[in-house]
């Protein structure tokens, strides 16, 4: 399902490599958690899947797409693929709840009758029903969590990708938002996590990828958090 | 298909939602594209007036040929023949003596003793060949080959040019070629500031909202479904811009003509520019309506390119 291939990454301005030949393999339904300090090159992994980020070296073949025959136009329709958490949310400020969800589907030009049906489903999933004509400005730091996870899942995707989503929460609502993605995960997606959360990685027995310096230390299954 | 429509249909939406809320943005590039406009409709309206003008004038320019009476009919055949052979020549028309005589009397209605005169003294009045040029510039041919000395012989009197005003006609006709050059400038300029500030006003539009456009890309909208709306909105100025346009000629011309009470102002023709204005305004407004549209709509492609690239390193 998630393919990387020794995989390098640097940065044109920056004297050392993000990542430096990470091979990694993902099947389809798994849950995975990236752990590592800051700088351990976890965000820039997430961004080489989301082809934010070319690698410099290295192969990435997601849901059988090789992402070196990806054309710049064939990008939007991988990204409708992959659901995508972020630690800052990155909602639209001027859309209600409702509309922020519903933009998802809009861009991939869903009718109206199918956003109206979709969305509240979507909001059952993550308990924000009620919420909908709220602006995110309104909500605490984890309903706006739990606002991005609607948006990243409404299109169904086969993979969701969190970029430390619980980075700007207090434990409760990060624990509201890890169990969340264990139902995803139970739905049947894949799920890539990334944090530096030492009690969800315990708490979650499940297999932690370590890195480190932009390398892969470690890739236990079922494990705990050590760095 | 149908999603390509539902696609188009929310562009087109969220392209008006904007204009509506940048208005105060989008004044500035209305503004320019106002004036870039007005300037390409006024030229081309005085432009066709110009081109009345000179026509008019070189429809009055003409050489009159004179005929000594010792000419045969086979030689005023044989002259006439060449006449209508040069290049450049439109027509070519004989008058008889006593067809002159006519309109001689004709133009001299009013003065009965003139009249007698020229009758009593058994018609002194030379049969006359009338020519007339293209243009005012072909004159000089027609010049070179009546000074011919075997045409010479034919004639009683040298050959009388209308164009004897050639030297004002020239004036005219250079100062017309020059304000139609100052027209395309000034048209050039005004094309390429407007299309400028349309640049400026969308890049700004963009820089804030480049937040909600990266959200966008990572949710996987196509450049097209980004760039869409500012697309629309620069169209819609110049929907606008080409409405306003025309309103401005049209009270320029009409409204101002009216008020002097004038038919021409200096060498423009303003009767007939009001004219021009009228029997063409469908095509007018459609013209103004086309290119604000496609200047909007080039601006902000290009303007929105650089923020809608892919990384490619």
Known sequence: MILLDRVTKKYPKSEGEALHRITLHVDPKEFVIVIGQSGAGKTTLLRLLTREERPTTGKIIIGGIDYDKLKDSDIPQLRRKIGVVFQDFKLLPNKTVFENIAFALEIVGASNHEIRSTVPKVLNIVNLRGKENNMPRELSGGEQQRVAIARAIVRQPRILVADEPTGNLDPKHAWDIIKILEKINRYGTTVLLTTHNQEIVNKLKRRVVTLQGGKVTSDRARAGYKV | ?313
């Not at chain 2, 392209?15 to 590039?29: D, Q, Y």
């Not at chain 2, 480049?210 to 709306?229: C, F, K, S, V």
């Not at chain 2, 709509?297 to 490619?312: E, G, N, P």
């Open chain 2, 1 to 313: 298909m149908k999603r390509r429509l539902i696609t188009l249909r929310r562009i087109i939406h969220a392209g008006i939602v904007n204009f509506i809320r940048n208005f105060s943005l989008s004044v500035a590039a209305i503004a320019v594209m106002v004036v870039t406009l007005t300037i390409v409709l006024f030229s081309i309206i005085t432009n066709a007036a110009f081109g009345n003008t000179i026509t008019q004038i070189t429809n009055k320019i003409g050489v009159s040929v004179y005929l000594s009476n010792s000419v045969s009919q086979t030689q005023t055949q044989n002259l006439l023949h060449e006449l209508k052979s040069l290049p450049n020549v439109k027509t070519v028309k004989y008058q008889s003596q006593a067809q002159v005589l006519a309109s001689y009397e004709a133009q001299n209605a009013g003065n009965q003793n003139l009249i007698t005169g020229a009758e009593e003294i058994n018609n002194p009045l030379p049969a006359t060949i009338l020519i007339q040029p293209d243009n005012l510039n072909y004159i000089k041919n027609i010049k070179s080959f009546l000074t011919q000395p075997n045409v010479v012989k034919l004639q009683s009197d040298p050959p009388s040019y209308s164009g004897n005003q050639e030297a004002a006609i020239n004036k005219i006709t250079r100062a017309t070629d020059i304000l139609r050059e100052i027209g395309i400038t000034t048209v050039i300029v005004f094309a390429i500031i407007s299309a400028l500030i349309i640049f400026n006003t969308i890049q700004m539009a963009i820089f804030n909202r480049r937040d909600e456009i990266q959200i966008m890309r990572l949710l996987g909208a196509t450049t097209w479904y980004i760039r869409g709306p500012f697309v629309v909105e620069s169209m819609a100025y110049g929907i606008i811009s080409g409405v306003l346009s025309v309103s401005i000629i049209y009270f320029l011309f009409v409204v101002s003509s009216n008020a002097l009470g004038a038919s021409s102002l200096g060498i423009l023709d303003i009767s007939y520019a009001n004219n021009y204005f009228d029997n063409h305004f469908w095509i007018l407004l459609t013209m103004q309506l086309v290119l604000g549209i496609v200047l909007g709509a080039i601006s902000s492609t290009i303007a929105t390119r650089r923020y809608l690239k892919f990384k490619t390193k």
